[in-house]
């Protein structure tokens, strides 16, 4: 507990001293009212009780001036406090945003979408809960609470002293509560976020879970989730209102005992009538603190069980800036000068101890276009995302013009490749936003260029609002050729020297597929190219061909070598060729 308010205290960074000021000040002006009103009653009584009528003016006039004085403070405090809350939750959203735009990509892949949106969505605002409500209630609580108990001993300290006594029972009793509150709470942010992630799964998913009558079935489990985290609810509304109840019990227990104590000492003479009504008006405020603290340390559990979500993503290491250097030594010593990219001896495993590439060597001179083919599964689009420099790799080495990856950052690295994947990913946006992508400060000259050397000019003119037309979440309205010819003018936009390219299996209507082929050359010359190619073109024309299957390499060389050998890639061109022709008859 102390742990995670040390760590909310340090997220506050550079607006700690604004948000303590805020906290401390509007915190205690806005719950003084409670001891000013009973000072006031104590004080005047006091002074009709003597028929002292000066005292009595000069206490009401005083007491007017510290009024209009909290009216016109207090405000001002509140808009301090409320403002420091959302600064400080500001800068904590962004840095949270940051931390995930630059967390590893094995992140996404072990964890839900679901998950991270409900971390920047539920967590953080429970999270600001523990700094706006919580923290202001906990110093409240005290100030009001300490400053109370010291007027009623002031007043009078036996009575003080009985009524403190009385005081500890409460927070005994609420502090019990605690624990199992905090359980219920993590367990009910931990399935809000399932509940996201299986809300995410349906709005994704919407076509297929309809075209495969899916909707039933995520029905039930969007049900199941709900119901749980119903279940919990109701369990934590239930303790809550035991504990209310208790407190309820509490509180009378209290005033019963300051009202027999008091009518008591009152009856020997040993209080005057203003101080007893002081005492037992400041009680309330002591009572409270005893009272509220414990409820207060329940409420505060859901708020760190949120806050302990967000620091969980934010220590979840980011990506690292670049691999590490004893990679970087082995490497140095045998650098190949005149390749683009090398690959030495490089092995992966995504799950430790089962090699997803084994002792990979490969080397792709500048400007020559190489194509990975090869069985499902056999390791293709695993060597582009080493090169993308997505996961660091076990052994081994990668060179790109003849330095080891090691010697470069990730950004530099990726600064020299332009990938187009197979399903090419559009931001919600508009055409030209999509295409800018590849060089932020491009000029709209260019990016009318890239978009005619990727044939798509014609298609973007086509369209309502040309360039400035919305593509929707993830390029909904266009369709998949046009999708691709956007990706392929954004990496030409880019201009990077090495290009990565993931062809896409299924084939476009031959309009599409000539346009979109068309493209690809424009993107591809005066490049070095290492492509997973699907079209028999690119496989044929290609300066190598390898062969990659169950992580290895098991041939390469040019198209008419490997027919010649008469091996994997012979048996492999046939079938292809084979699915070509009946493809052809078909639609003859
Ligand atoms: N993120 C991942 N986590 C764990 N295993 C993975 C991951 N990505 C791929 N794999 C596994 O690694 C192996 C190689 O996958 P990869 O995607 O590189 O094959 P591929 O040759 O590109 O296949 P395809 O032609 O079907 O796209 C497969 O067995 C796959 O299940």
């Not at 997220?11 to 000040?25: E, I, N």
């Amino acid at each position: 507990m102390i742990q995670q308010i040390v760590k909310l205290a340090r997220a506050l960074d550079r607006h700690k001293t604004s948000y303590f000021l805020g906290l401390v000040t509007y915190s205690i002006l806005s719950s003084s009212v409670s001891i000013i009103t009973a000072l006031m009653i104590s004080t005047i009584l006091n002074a009709l009780d003597g028929k002292d009528m000066n005292t009595v003016i000069l206490l009401c006039l005083q007491f007017m001036l510290i009024i209009i004085a909290l009216c016109t403070i207090t405000p001002i405090t509140q808009y301090w406090y409320g403002k420091s809350v959302k600064t400080v939750m500001n800068s904590i959203r962004l840095r949270v945003f940051r931390h995930m735009e630059k967390l590893p990509v094995t992140y996404y892949e072990n964890n839900h979408s679901g998950d991270s949106l409900s971390r920047i969505t539920n967590d953080l605002q429970t999270m600001e809960n523990a700094y706006a409500g919580e923290a202001q209630t906990l110093v409240s609580l005290l100030a009001n609470g300490t400053i109370s108990a010291i007027i009623m001993f002031y007043l009078d300290w036996r009575f003080a002293i009985a009524m403190i006594a009385l005081g500890f029972a409460s927070t005994y009793v609420n502090t019990r509560y605690a624990k199992p509150m905090r359980k219920i709470s993590a367990e009910i942010q931990e399935k809000s976020s399932v509940q996201l992630e299986r809300l995410s799964n349906l709005v994704a998913g919407t076509q297929v879970s309809r075209t495969f009558q899916m909707v039933d079935g995520m029905n039930g489990k969007y049900q199941e989730t709900t119901g749980m985290l119903a279940q919990l609810s109701m369990l934590r509304a239930k303790k809550n209102a035991y504990l209310t109840g208790t407190n309820y019990l509490l509180l009378w227990i209290n005033n019963g005992g300051a009202f027999i104590i008091g009518a008591f000492m009152m009856f020997n003479g040993q209080i005057s009538i203003g101080s007893l009504l002081g005492v037992i008006l400041l009680l309330e405020n002591v009572t409270n603190l005893f009272r509220n603290l414990g409820m207060f340390w329940s409420n505060v559990q859901t708020a760190l069980a949120g806050a302990d979500r967000v620091f969980e993503l934010l220590a979840h290491d980011p990506e690292s800036d670049r691999y590490p250097a004893n990679v970087r030594e082995e490497a140095a010593s045998s650098a190949t000068k005149d390749s683009m990219i090398e690959l030495r001896d490089v092995s992966f495993a995504y799950q430790q101890g089962k090699n997803t590439l084994d002792r990979v060597n490969l080397l792709v001179g500048r400007g020559q276009v190489v194509a990975l083919v090869g069985p499902s599964g056999g390791g293709k689009s695993t060597i582009m995302k080493l090169l993308l420099g997505f996961y660091p790799f076990a052994a081994g080495d990668i060179r790109v013009e003849g330095r080891s990856f090691a010697d470069y950052t990730l950004e530099e690295l990726r600064e020299k490749m332009a990938y187009v994947s197979q399903e090419p990913y559009l931001f919600d946006g508009t055409i030209e936003s999509n295409i800018r992508y590849g060089k932020m400060d491009a000029t709209d000259e260019e990016v009318m260029e890239a978009a005619r050397a990727a044939y798509a000019h014609d298609f973007i003119m086509e369209q309502p609002e040309g360039y400035e037309t919305l593509v929707g979440e993830r390029g909904v309205r266009l369709s998949g050729g046009q999708k691709q010819r956007i990706a392929i003018a954004r990496a030409i936009l880019k201009n990077a020297p090495i290009l990565l390219l993931d062809e896409a299996t299924s084939a476009l209507d031959t309009d599409s597929e000539i346009a979109v082929q068309r493209g690809i050359e424009r993107l591809m010359e005066g490049k070095t190219t290492i492509a997973i190619a699907h079209r028999l073109s690119t496989i044929e024309k290609a300066d190598l061909i390898v062969v990659i299957d169950r992580g290895t390499i098991v041939e390469q060389g040019k198209h008419e070598e490997l027919l010649a050998a008469g091996k994997v890639y012979s048996g492999l061109h046939q079938i292809q060729k084979q699915a070509l022709d009946e493809l052809i008859q078909g639609t003859a």
